[in-house]
């Protein structure tokens, strides 16, 4: 039997020499796993639990890509540079606020481990990058678990309380749940984002993941979050729409063709019927059933809660045309945001931070386009797919939320374009090919022997 080794950035000898080191970023890449979720406990400074795996990865990172003098990847570079002078320039020219200076560091420090997360992802078998994924997704499923406790108000009163205020998120018969996160907002978006990490895992069977999926989805909806809930749906759409499209083009298109006239009549029945009043109608349908008050029921109110956040912080922003300040409408918002990240980049950031947070969506929304050739059968693309579509709810659920400074958020980014770059083949491990009698071939994950 021959042996064909074929060589990814990495020598056989360095590959050796990282094999021990590599275990221990591994198990602190399984522990940040496992410690995302709790979040109701808040450290000095916004720390949270998971920042302790998340500092140690930094220095693991950067003594590890010094010893083997790595080259770094380093991916939306550019909309994070346009973001710091944008934050840099509305510090100084907005409120000036110690909320800001904070903000930008925080800002910086999410930044950096996404930077080195990325670049340890890489040099991952594909075996161990699938494993960290499974890890994730029982951890997810987990969560969802004290998520739907919470929406019954059974277990630990956490599950379903404020830990700020104590009180509770009613809608009747339900809770809006508020699981291990400090509210039901973080809960479903980090939820959501499980929903397509467990997608793009290895290993489990269909039936595995049409359960566990529903379950997630029962999750995401105990959140009340109307924002993850639709999001999800409306990706997941997206993701089976262009799964189908390399299937059967012109059944796909003419899918996506009737539920894009669908919607459009929908959106053009509100407008013509008076918006306010629409609103109303559904909120009043959704009262009238216990379930659909965890969102429909809430549709009104939220959309008028949000509407008033806008005008009151309006004043103050339009007297500072560069921006108020990274996270200063909080000084004076009773909802300590504006819940929206595109009119938070705006108004806190100005005109360059909306340029790049746009920049940073668009360029992550376009990765799966430079690979779009090896589309095929290749579960890797399959992979990268399902995560774009993961932070396509990101994108989606920041019109309702300010999550774009969530962990879980960067997080997904970090495994995105380390899938990416594995699809690229950069630092990624040997693949040995081996030549049989009968000419068949197979790619083995694995070292190397003579």
Not at 50 to 62: R, T
């Amino acid at each position: 039997m021959k042996q064909i080794i074929a060589y990814s950035g990495i020598s056989y000898e360095e590959k050796q020499e990282s094999e021990n080191t590599r275990g221990i970023g591994f198990l602190l890449i399984i522990l940040a796993i496992c410690t995302l979720p709790l979040e109701r406990v808040i450290l000095p400074a916004s720390l949270k639990i998971v920042d302790l795996p998340l500092a140690l990865l930094i220095v693991y990172g950067g003594i590890r890509f010094i010893l083997r003098n790595q080259q770094i990847q380093m991916p939306l570079v550019g909309p994070f540079w346009l973001a710091l002078v944008a934050s840099l320039i509305a510090t100084m020219t907005g409120l000036s606020s110690f909320v800001s200076i904070v903000a930008m560091i925080q800002e910086v420090y999410l930044f950096i481990w996404f930077i080195v997360l990325t670049n340890i992802l890489i040099s991952y078998s594909q075996s161990n990058f699938d494993i960290l994924l499974k890890i994730w997704s029982i951890i997810a499923i987990l969560e969802a678990t004290t998520a739907i406790m919470g929406m019954m108000k059974i277990g630990p009163a956490i599950f379903y309380t404020s830990p700020i205020k104590g009180n509770t998120l009613d809608t009747g018969e339900f809770y809006r749940a508020f699981g291990t996160f400090a509210n039901p907002n973080a809960t479903g978006a980090y939820l959501s984002i499980s929903f397509f990490i467990l997608f793009a895992s290895n290993g489990w069977k269909r039936l595995t993941r049409i359960i566990f999926g529903s379950y997630l989805i029962v999750g995401i909806y105990s959140t009340g979050s109307m924002g993850a809930v639709f999001s999800t749906f409306a990706s997941f759409a997206v993701l089976i729409m262009l799964r189908s499209i390399n299937k059967n083009r012109q059944t796909a298109l003419l899918t996506a063709g009737i539920v894009v006239m669908g919607i459009a009549v929908f959106i053009m029945l509100i407008l013509v019927n008076n918006p306010l009043r629409s609103l109303m109608s559904i909120t009043e349908t959704g009262n009238k059933n216990e379930i659909l008050s965890l969102t429909l029921g809430r549709l009104s109110h939220s959309v008028s809660g949000r509407e008033n956040i806008i005008e009151g912080v309006w004043d103050v922003s339009s007297q500072y045309p560069l921006g108020i300040g990274p996270n200063a409408a909080s000084l004076f918002s009773s909802n300590k945001g504006l819940h929206d990240d595109y009119i938070a980049y705006l108004f806190e950031r100005g005109p360059l931070g909306l340029i790049a947070w746009l920049w940073l969506v668009i360029a992550t929304l376009i990765t799966p386009m430079h690979k779009k050739n090896q589309f095929r059968d290749n579960f890797r693309y399959w992979q990268l797919l399902a995560l774009w579509s993961g932070f396509l709810a990101v994108v989606l659920n920041a019109f309702s939320h300010e999550i774009s400074h969530f962990r879980q958020v960067w997080m997904l980014l970090a495994v995105l374009y380390s899938a990416y770059y594995r699809l690229s083949n950069v630092h990624s491990p040997i693949l040995v090919i081996s030549e049989t009698k009968n000419k068949k071939y197979s790619l083995i994950d694995s070292k190397v022997h003579e």
